[in-house]
């Protein structure tokens, strides 16, 4: 592949797909590695089916392709159970994959002078808020409650230690809960697809939806990000948090009344078993100027026509 080729781990998940699709547009070439999905190769793209924790064979792709770049989303899910409830059923799984897998890629892109990997980390590293209303930084302290925030929290580790010692340039983005298009695994955003569904006559059970507010992503805008960063020529930082837009569960509901007249909500407002904290993005947009496009109505537009055929 030509020197704006770029490797994708994860190619073929929700966040993964969509940031393949971005940058084929962008004109780039894309190789994908990761084990086959329910979600279909975006066109255009090449792949290798396999784990991130086949080591031999992960090299070798890396070997031949060259990349410009590698761009790490593979993480452990459990069917159509979402990354942290997976991590529940299956911590070991989790840090084979996810933290394991991570060191193998990081020792091949050293072997082969791969200089600059972008990897998606987690927002929950930060563990329950704090500070209601408080936005957390790069530096606060991380103190994870679920096995999936460790798995984040022991890559964090491993990718400083590979900054630091081998010179690689490899940036984390601490990314919030992602919506969008295309979801189809029962995850944390899960109810946002529910509601939308229930707003359009197509769902009927009541919906129990926690009343915090929390940081959200429309999974369109990943790609952009992604592609910022690649494009940077400056040195990256570590770890950037990435915010996107903040909202909650009644503004969700309120801003569906909004879209779609006559929509009256079946849902019981109930506090979450873990807040987690909202972050600030200020470091992300000083030092690369990328913001976030879609919002929260755009989102649920997005999600509306999904359920209507629409997309």
Not at 252 to 279: H, K, M, S
């Amino acid at each position: 592949m030509s020197r704006d080729s770029i490797l994708v781990t994860g190619g073929r998940g929700f966040v993964g797909a969509a940031v393949v699709r971005h940058l084929l547009a962008s004109g780039r070439q894309v190789h994908v590695f990761g084990p086959d999905s329910l979600v279909e190769l975006p066109a255009g793209a090449t792949q290798t089916i396999a784990s991130i924790e086949e080591q031999t064979l992960l090299d070798e792709v890396i070997k031949q392709l060259q990349p410009s770049a590698v761009v790490h989303l593979a993480s452990f899910s459990s069917e159509t159970n979402g990354l942290t409830r997976s991590g529940e059923i299956d911590p070991h799984t989790m840090m084979r994959v996810n933290v394991l897998g991570f060191q193998n890629l990081l020792e091949s892109c050293v072997r082969h002078r791969i200089q600059r990997v972008l990897w998606t980390s987690s927002t929950v590293v930060f563990g329950a808020e704090l500070s209601p209303g408080q936005r957390l930084d790069e530096g606060a302290p991380k103190r994870p409650l679920v096995h999936y925030g460790l798995s984040k929290v022991l890559t964090e580790e491993i990718a400083a230690f590979y900054r630091q010692r081998e010179g690689l340039q490899v940036t984390g983005l601490r990314i919030p809960l992602m919506l969008g298009v295309g979801l189809w695994y029962r995850g944390a955003a899960a109810s946002v697809g529910d509601l939308v569904r229930q707003a359009l006559g197509l769902e009927s059970k009541t919906l129990s939806v926690p009343f915090h507010s929390f940081d959200a992503m429309n999974v369109k805008d990943i790609g952009g990000l992604v592609q910022t960063l690649l494009d940077h020529r400056a040195t990256l930082s570590p770890l950037y948090n990435v915010s996107g837009f903040t909202t909650s569960y009644p503004d969700i509901i309120q801003t569906l009344t909004e879209l779609v007249p006559g929509f009256r909500a079946r849902a019981n407002v109930t506090p979450a078993d873990i807040v987690y904290p909202l972050v600030s993005q200020a470091l992300l947009e000083r030092e690369t100027g990328w913001r976030q496009r879609y919002d929260l109505t755009e989102t649920l537009l997005d999600l509306i026509n999904e359920s209507k055929g629409v997309l």
